[in-house]
């Protein structure tokens, strides 16, 4: 069974940085693309970022506009997601998740299979 454990998330002022962590374990880490996804109260949950499994390719939502990144390491089973220039709209849960679906839309949640708990992200104004 996948578990997803996400950490990192915190209380940060605007403009300020973080990075979020996801660690997966119950699984063969790399057979499989992974995404962030982030829900703000009374709101959809709404497409960050994805990473490939081959680590080749990334997807960003137009609102990252740069400020993001996602990377990953299968030795550690791990994915990241480096977030600068904070702005007080990030502020959400911020989720990780696993995508099986080859060639599927990366930007769709109903593809993505495994969820973890999510992590808090605030940001102050």
């Known amino acids: 069974q996948v578990h997803l454990v996400e950490s990192g998330g915190r209380l940060v002022q605007a403009r300020g940085s973080l990075r979020l962590s996801c660690t997966i374990s119950?699984?063969?880490?790399?057979?499989?693309?992974l995404g962030w996804f982030r829900q703000a109260p009374g709101k959809d949950r709404d497409f960050v970022a994805a990473?490939?499994?081959?680590?080749?390719?990334?997807y960003y939502a137009d609102f990252v506009q740069g400020r993001f990144t996602i990377s990953k390491d299968d030795s550690r089973s791990t994915v990241w997601l480096q977030m600068n220039s904070l702005k007080p709209e990030d502020t959400a849960v911020y989720y990780c998740?696993?995508?099986?679906?080859?060639?599927?839309?990366?930007?769709?949640?109903?593809?993505?299979?495994?969820w973890g708990q999510g992590t808090q992200v605030t940001v102050s104004s």
């Open positions: 119950g699984s063969t880490f790399g057979t499989y693309g």
């Open positions: 990473i490939s499994r081959s680590a080749g390719s990334s």
């Open positions: 998740a696993t995508h099986r679906v080859d060639g599927g839309n990366w930007y769709d949640l109903m593809q993505y299979d495994s």
